[in-house]
């Protein structure tokens, strides 16, 4: 054995352990901040409607997280709407209305129908000096006349004799060309008799 002196052993007290205590207080303290936080989102985030959803809880998901963790989203192409061109509509056409006829006074419908009937006078004393095919000329004229006094319109005042007048002269027409037609001696009395009446209404 050597000389050379050992070194002298002491026993010094151990340093004490850091204390975790404040380190766990922290955990619980973040981790019931967190839950506080998911609660307020949850509460602004949800409809706020009268009735709860139908299996919907009221108190929030243990598992929810403080922070949620982005999901990675793929870019897709998104296609650019084609802009279609409308036709414009065809503008529509007003309807036009006739404003009303105005009431002819006597004195101007005179003035109308003067002619065809004055001319009417004349026919018949032609048809009764000639006859066959000169008589039914002229007939065909007159008729043509008494269809234009028909389209004229009368004073209300007159309007109902006036119609039944005409029509009465156009009967006596038709009877007499077909009497001239037939070859057969014809009358213009009956026809001319409807004449002065339609011309005594006028005040011919």
């Known amino acids: 054995m050597s000389d050379e002196q050992q070194p002298e052993l002491r026993w010094a007290p151990m340093e004490p352990k850091p204390s975790r205590a404040g380190r766990v207080w922290l955990i619980v303290g973040l981790a019931v901040a967190a839950l506080l936080v998911a609660a307020v989102v ?3 985030v949800l409809p ?6 139908p299996g919907g809880s009221a108190s929030p998901s243990s598992s929810a997280s403080a922070t949620p963790t982005p999901t990675p989203t793929t870019p897709t192409a998104t296609t650019a709407p084609t802009a279609t061109a409308t036709p414009d509509p065809e503008p529509s056409t007003p309807v ?3 404003p009303p006829v105005a009431d002819p006074s006597i004195p101007a419908f005179q003035g109308q129908v003067s002619g065809w009937l004055n001319d009417a006078v004349t026919g018949l004393d032609i048809v009764s000096g000639t006859s066959g095919q000169d008589a039914l000329s002229v007939i065909d ?6 269809q234009r006094l028909s389209e004229t319109s009368p004073p209300s005042s007159i309007s109902s004799q006036w119609t039944d007048g ?6 006596r027409l038709g009877e007499l060309r ?3 037609s ?7 009395d009956a026809a001319r008799s409807a004449v002065e009446n339609l011309r005594s209404l006028v005040g011919l």
């Open 141 to 146: 004229t007159l008729q043509n006349d008494a």
């Open 96 to 98: 036009e209305t006739q």
């Open 182 to 188: 037939g070859g057969s001696s014809a009358s213009v």
């Open 42 to 44: 949850l509460f602004f």
């Open 48 to 53: 706020r409607s009268g009735d709860p959803e």
């Open 178 to 180: 077909e009497a001239v």
């Open 166 to 171: 005409v029509a009465g002269y156009s009967q």
